[in-house]
C-alpha cells in the first residue's frame, strides 16, 4: 500500500506523512473570524481539513484536532491599523462584542452540522487565551525580539532574521522585495520597519474590546492567537497545521517566527493549504460581493443560482476537485454534481440492505480484479494527497458493479462473500466515513403522507381492510395516526 503523502508547503514537494508521536497526530486549523455567515469559500477550505482529519481518523490515527475561533485581533484590512472586525460589527448592531461572536458561532456550528463536517477535539477562543498572548509577548520582549512603541509591541523581523530566522521562507518571498513593495505605501509609524507585525496593540479610547496588560489597555495582534492556542494544545512541535492559501502570508508565516522566536523552534512540520473557490475566476469573498451564503444556497435564493442545491450535492461537488487545485463555481457544475450525488447515494441505499445470496459457482477472477483494483484507487487516491476526485472515480467503478449485482447482471457467486463483503464495506466506509457523505432524505415529508392517506381512503372504499391496516401499522411506525373521521381523513401525531 502506498503511504500517505501531502503536499507541504514548507518543501514546496508532496512528502510521506509521518508523525512526530505515531499513533498520535496534532492538528491545527485556522478557523472563522466570528463577524459575519460563513461563506461558501470559507466553507470549502473547513470541508477539505474534514477530509484530512476523517482520513487520519480512518487509517488508524489518533487525531487532536484544534480549530480555533477567532473573536478578537483581527482588524479590518488585515493588517495592524483601523477597527477589530467584531468590535465594528458589535458598534454597528448596537450589541455586545460576544454577541456578535456568539451568533456567528452558532451559525458556523449549524452549517458544519448541516454539511455534515466532524467536529474538532478543542475548539479554542482568542479572548478565552489572552493571558497566554500576553505571556508570549513578555517572552518576546525579553529575548529582544520585540519592541514597544506607545504602548503596542511589534515584532522585529529584522533582528529575528538576522539571528538566523527565515520571515518570507513558508511563502517564498524575498525580504527585499517585500520591503521595496510595502515602504511607500503606508508610514512607518510606530513601527521600527513596515514589516514588522503587532503582537499587542494599544487600545484608543473608542476601541471596545480591551484587556489590561503590562503596556497599559490593549487587545492581542491576529498572528498571536494561533501561535499560543497550538503550542498550548499541540506542543512545541507539531504535525499539520492547515488553512487557505490566502493566510499563507503573512498569517502563517508571522506565526512561524513568533513561534521559533519564542520556543527556539520550528512550530509545524507539515503545512497544508487549500486552494480557493472562486465565481467566474475570481475568488469568492465578502468583500467582492461575489459570495453566498450555504443558506442560499440550499434555499435557492440568490441571482447566481438557477436552483436549489442540497448540503451533500454540494458536499459532493467539493470533493470532485483535490484541495489544492481552484474550484470555480457554476450551476453546470452543480446540476452535474447533483446526478452524481444522487447515482452514489442510491447505491448506498441498495447496498446496505443487500446481503451476499446465491449458489456457489466459478470465482471471475476479471470481476474480483476490477473490484480490487478499484479498492486499492480509493486508497490511493486518498494518499495521494487527498485527491478525493481519484477517490470518487473508484468508488464509481463499484457502484457499477453494486447495480449489476442489484439488476442480476452479476451474480453474488461470481464474486464469492469475501468480495461482496469487501466490495460492500469499502463503498460504505469510503462514502460515509471518509469523504462524509451521507444519504439525504426528503426534508418535507407532508407530500408522501398524502399520498399514503389517499391510498388509504382507495383501500378502504374497496374495503380491503388488510392494506387498510398496513398502512395504519406504517403510519404507526412513524410515530403518526390515521385520522379516520365521519366527513375526512387526516393524520395525527401519536400523542
Ligand atoms: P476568515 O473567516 O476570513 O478568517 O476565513 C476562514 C477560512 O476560510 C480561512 O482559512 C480562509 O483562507 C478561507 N477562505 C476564505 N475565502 C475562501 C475562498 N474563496 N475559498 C476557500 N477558502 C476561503
Ligand atoms: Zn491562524
Redesign the pocket.
Known amino acids: 500500500m502506498q503511504p500517505l503523502k501531502i503536499y507541504n508547503t514548507l518543501s514546496r514537494e508532496k512528502e510521506v506523512f509521518t508523525p512526530i508521536n505515531a499513533p498520535h497526530v496534532g492538528l491545527y486549523v485556522?478557523?472563522?473570524?466570528v463577524y459575519n455567515f460563513?461563506h461558501l469559500?470559507?466553507l470549502?477550505?473547513?470541508t477539505s481539513f474534514d477530509i484530512l482529519h476523517r482520513y487520519l481518523k480512518f487509517i488508524g490515527y489518533q487525531v487532536r484536532y484544534v480549530r480555533n475561533i477567532?473573536d478578537v485581533g483581527?482588524l479590518v484590512g488585515d493588517g495592524d491599523e483601523g477597527e477589530d472586525k467584531i468590535g465594528k460589527m458589535a458598534k454597528l448592531e448596537k450589541l455586545e462584542p460576544m454577541e456578535i461572536v456568539q451568533r456567528y458561532t452558532n451559525d458556523f456550528h449549524d452549517v458544519l452540522t448541516q454539511f455534515n463536517l466532524l467536529p474538532p477535539s478543542i475548539e479554542p477562543t482568542a479572548t478565552g487565551h489572552i493571558v497566554e498572548q500576553i505571556e508570549t509577548t513578555k517572552i518576546l520582549l525579553d529575548k529582544g525580539l520585540a519592541y514597544e512603541s506607545n504602548g503596542s509591541i511589534y515584532f522585529d523581523i529584522e533582528t529575528y532574521n538576522k539571528q538566523g530566522g527565515d520571515y518570507g521562507h513558508l511563502s517564498g518571498r524575498v525580504l527585499d522585495d517585500l520591503l521595496t513593495e510595502t515602504r511607500d505605501l503606508d508610514g512607518v509609524g510606530e513601527k521600527r520597519s513596515p514589516l514588522d507585525f503587532a503582537l499587542w496593540k494599544k487600545a484608543s479610547p473608542e476601541h471596545i474590546m480591551r484587556w489590561p496588560s503590562p503596556w497599559g489597555d490593549g487587545f492581542p495582534g491576529w498572528h498571536l492567537e494561533c501561535t499560543c492556542m497550538s503550542h498550548k494544545y499541540l506542543g512545541d512541535t507539531f504535525d499539520i497545521h492547515g488553512?487557505?492559501?490566502?493566510?499563507k502570508f503573512p498569517h502563517h508565516e508571522c506565526e512561524i517566527a513568533q513561534a521559533k522566536a519564542a520556543h527556539g523552534r520550528a512550530p509545524v512540520r507539515y503545512w497544508m493549504h487549500?486552494?480557493?473557490?472562486?465565481v467566474n475566476g475570481q475568488?469568492?469573498?465578502k468583500s467582492l460581493g461575489n459570495s453566498f451564503l450555504p443558506s442560499e444556497l440550499i434555499a435557492g435564493d440568490h441571482p447566481l443560482l438557477e436552483q436549489a442545491y442540497s448540503p451533500m450535492t454540494v458536499r459532493f461537488f467539493m470533493l470532485q476537485s483535490q484541495y489544492r487545485s481552484t474550484l470555480d463555481f457554476s450551476n453546470e457544475a452543480l446540476k452535474a454534481a447533483q446526478k452524481g450525488y444522487k447515482r452514489i447515494a442510491n447505491g448506498l441505499r441498495i447496498i446496505k440492505g443487500m446481503e451476499f445470496e446465491g449458489e456457489a459457482m466459478a470465482i471471475d477472477e476479471a470481476q474480483v480484479g476490477e473490484i480490487d483494483a478499484a479498492i486499492q484507487g480509493c486508497y490511493d487516491g486518498m494518499n495521494d494527497d487527498l485527491n478525493t476526485a481519484v477517490t470518487i472515480s473508484h468508488l464509481f467503478t463499484l457502484l457499477k458493479k453494486i447495480n449489476q449485482l442489484h439488476t442480476g447482471q452479476l451474480a453474488f457467486g461470481q464474486l464469492g462473500k469475501d468480495v461482496f463483503d469487501r466490495l460492500k464495506s469499502n463503498y460504505i466506509n469510503f462514502l460515509e466515513q471518509v469523504l462524509g457523505l451521507r444519504e439525504e432524505f426528503p426534508a418535507n415529508q407532508e407530500a408522501l403522507i398524502k399520498g399514503m392517506l389517499g391510498l388509504y381512503a382507495t383501500f378502504k372504499e374497496k374495503r380491503e381492510y388488510n392494506k387498510v391496516d398496513e398502512i395504519r401499522a406504517s403510519f404507526k411506525a412513524m410515530g403518526l395516526l390515521v385520522k379516520d373521521m365521519k366527513t375526512r381523513i387526516d393524520w395525527a401525531y401519536e400523542e
Open positions: 485556522c478557523g472563522p473570524t460563513v469559500g470559507n470549502r477550505t473547513f477567532t483581527h488553512g487557505g492559501m490566502d493566510l487549500t486552494n480557493m473557490l472562486t475568488k469568492m469573498s
